[in-house]
């Protein structure tokens, strides 16, 4: 009788434990769990950092527009026009014209062909790239803390602001048919007289404005497009 109780109290005691293979099991289980929040908790953070970046850069891109808006096409002095030199013409006001050396001096939106706005401009548009990216005032807008304060520093008593870094506003813009925005045009296109139909000066064409911001992180090899805003202007 003493043995059957003592063996019986042993099986008892056994039973009440876990085995090596259910503790194996729960861990594997409870480390699975981790691992899903880990991952679930990255993706968030990634597409919010996402979500932010295509604010960042729709907003940006929209300040160009604004800038533009009451822009007119070309030049409002001497327009758009080719000169006749006996060799099929040359075209005069595409682009920045003589003495238009910074976004301020830009008075029609032809100007803005080819430039760009970024943390790495230099003064003067020679290279097509000019300091920004820049805001509805044609003002660099400048990186900012936390809690809102201007980054940047003291150059001979004036403070120089940073502007937002890894930033870039490409601006483009073209001629298109006035039934096919969709088709661009060359600068100097034009269209002779025929039958009823009076021709088309190189200045009588709609313009389409395109916008690419682009964001280059420090660990980034290049810039890539985060957002890109078109319009048609009549």
Same mark, same amino acid.
């Given at each position: 009788?003493?043995?059957?109780?003592?063996?019986?109290?042993?099986?008892?005691?056994?039973?009440?434990?876990?085995?090596?293979?259910?503790?194996?099991?729960?861990?594997?289980?409870?480390?699975?769990?981790?691992?899903?929040?880990?991952?679930? %908790?990255?993706?968030?953070?990634?597409?919010?950092?996402?979500?932010?970046? /295509? /604010?960042?850069?729709?907003?940006?891109?929209?300040?160009?527009?604004?800038?533009?808006?009451?822009?007119?096409?070309?030049?409002?002095?001497?327009?758009?026009?080719?000169?006749?030199?006996?060799?099929?013409?040359?075209?005069?006001?595409?682009?920045?014209?003589?003495?238009?050396?910074?976004?301020?001096?830009?008075?029609?939106?032809?100007?803005?062909?080819?430039?760009?706005?970024?943390?790495?401009?230099? /003064?003067?548009?020679?290279?097509?790239?000019?300091?920004?990216?820049?805001? /509805?005032?044609?003002?660099?807008?400048?990186?900012?803390?936390?809690?809102?304060?201007?980054?940047?520093?003291?150059?001979?008593?004036?403070?120089?602001?940073?502007?937002?870094?890894?930033?870039?506003?490409?601006?483009?813009? %073209?001629?298109?048919?006035?039934?096919?925005?969709?088709?661009?045009?060359?600068?100097?296109?034009?269209?002779?007289?025929?039958?009823?139909?009076?021709?088309?000066?190189?200045?009588?064409?709609?313009?389409?404005?395109?916008?690419?911001?682009?964001?280059?992180?420090?660990?980034?090899?290049?810039?890539?497009?985060?957002?890109?805003?078109?319009?048609?202007?009549?």
């Amino acid at each position: 009788m003493t043995r059957t109780r003592t063996r019986s109290r042993r099986s008892a005691r056994t039973r009440t434990g876990f085995t090596l293979i259910e503790t194996m099991m729960a861990t594997i289980i409870i480390g699975v769990g981790v691992l899903a929040m880990v991952d679930a %908790q990255t993706a968030f953070i990634r597409s919010n950092s996402w979500s932010s970046h /295509a /604010a960042s850069a729709t907003y940006l891109a929209n300040e160009i527009r604004e800038l533009t808006r009451h822009m007119p096409k070309h030049d409002p002095v001497n327009g758009l026009f080719i000169e006749d030199d006996g060799e099929g013409g040359v075209l005069h006001g595409w682009g920045p014209d003589a003495g238009e050396v910074t976004v301020d001096d830009f008075d029609d939106i032809d100007d803005f062909d080819g430039m760009t706005f970024s943390f790495v401009g230099t /003064a003067g548009h020679g290279d097509g790239d000019l300091p920004g990216p820049i805001n /509805a005032f044609g003002e660099v807008i400048p990186e900012l803390t936390v809690d809102g304060t201007e980054l940047g520093e003291d150059m001979n008593g004036e403070f120089v602001a940073q502007p937002m870094t890894g930033w870039t506003q490409r601006v483009i813009v %073209q001629k298109v048919d006035p039934f096919d925005p969709g088709t661009a045009l060359a600068d100097n296109f034009t269209e002779e007289p025929s039958g009823d139909f009076p021709g088309r000066d190189v200045d009588e064409y709609p313009l389409r404005v395109t916008v690419q911001v682009l964001y280059q992180g420090l660990n980034d090899a290049e810039a890539d497009i985060v957002a890109e805003v078109v319009w048609i202007v009549p």
